[in-house]
C-alpha cells in the first residue's frame, strides 16, 4: 500500500538555523502530500498541503515542493523560532476505495533552543 | 466555527476493562475518522465514516474495536477488552467532502489519550 518516510528526530537547531525535514513517499496513483504539525498538547493542525507535482506549498514561512521525480516532499524553513518546536507530520491522501483517507509518517520532532 | 471535540481528554484503565471515547465532528462535515496515534508513530486510521455509514474499517481491530455513528453526527469509539498495547493517542479527524474531488484538509481534534495499565 501507499506509505511515507520522513527522517528520525529528534531535531535540534538554534533559533534562527535553517531547517530540512526530509519526506519520501511511495504511492500507487497521483497522490496530495501534506505537512501537519503538532504542538505539545494539541491536535494534529495543517501546515500546508500540495496537490500536484512541482505545486509548492507555503505557510508560516515553511515551504515544502512535490517532487514527482524524486517522490519527496521536504519541510523547510529559512529561519526556526522556538516556537516552531513541535512533531511534523508528512502525509499523503490516498482513495483508493473512492473516499479520501490520509497515510502519516512516524513524524519528526523538532527542538529548537534560543 | 467550532473545532472537532472529543472526550474524554484522558483516560487510564486496567487491561481488560472496557472505555469509550466520543467526538462530535466539525457542523456539516459528512465525513468522520478515528486514528489511532501510538507514542513515537503516526497516526494509523482505525475507521472512517461516511454519513453514517462505514467506508472503510480495515485496520479496527473488531475483536474488541468497535465504532459507530449512528445519526451522522457524532460517533463514539469502544474497546473492550482493552490490551496494554491498546495504550495511545485516539484522534477524531472530520471533512466535509464526499467522493474524492481534491485534497480536503482534514480537521482534527485534541485527541483522547488512553493509558492502559
Known amino acids: 500500500g501507499d506509505s511515507v518516510t520522513q527522517m528520525e528526530g529528534p531535531v535540534t537547531l538554534s533559533e534562527e538555523a535553517f531547517l530540512t525535514i526530509n519526506c519520501t513517499y511511495t504511492?500507487?496513483?497521483?497522490?496530495?502530500l501534506f505537512w501537519y504539525v503538532q504542538y505539545p498538547g494539541e491536535g494534529l493542525q495543517l501546515l500546508l498541503k500540495a496537490t500536484k507535482a512541482d505545486d509548492k506549498g507555503s505557510n508560516k514561512g515553511f515551504e515544502a515542493t512535490y517532487r514527482k521525480e524524486t517522490t519527496s516532499f521536504h519541510l523547510e524553513k529559512g529561519s526556526v523560532q522556538v516556537s516552531d518546536s513541535a512533531v511534523y507530520f508528512c502525509?499523503?491522501?490516498?482513495?483508493?476505495?473512492?473516499?479520501?483517507?490520509?497515510?502519516f509518517g512516524t513524524g519528526t520532532r523538532l527542538l529548537v533552543s534560543p | 466555527e467550532a473545532g472537532v471535540a472529543q472526550s474524554p481528554r484522558y483516560k487510564i484503565i486496567e487491561k481488560r476493562q472496557s472505555v469509550a471515547f466520543w467526538c462530535n465532528p466539525i457542523s456539516g462535515h459528512a465525513t468522520l475518522y478515528w486514528y489511532q496515534q501510538i507514542l513515537g508513530q503516526g497516526p494509523k486510521l482505525l475507521i472512517q465514516f461516511q454519513n453514517n455509514g462505514v467506508v472503510d474499517d480495515s485496520q479496527l481491530p473488531k475483536d474488541r474495536f468497535s465504532a459507530e455513528r449512528l445519526k451522522g453526527v457524532d460517533s463514539t469509539l469502544k474497546i473492550q477488552p482493552a490490551k496494554l498495547e491498546d495504550s495511545a493517542v485516539y484522534l477524531c479527524?472530520?471533512?466535509?467532502?464526499?467522493?474524492?474531488?481534491?485534497?480536503?484538509?482534514?480537521?482534527f481534534g485534541a485527541g483522547s489519550r488512553l493509558t492502559v495499565l
Open positions: 479527524a472530520s471533512t466535509r467532502q464526499g467522493p474524492i474531488s481534491g485534497a480536503n484538509v482534514l480537521t
Open positions: 502525509a499523503l491522501s490516498e482513495g483508493h476505495t473512492g473516499f479520501q483517507k490520509l497515510v
Open positions: 504511492a500507487t496513483g497521483y497522490p496530495s
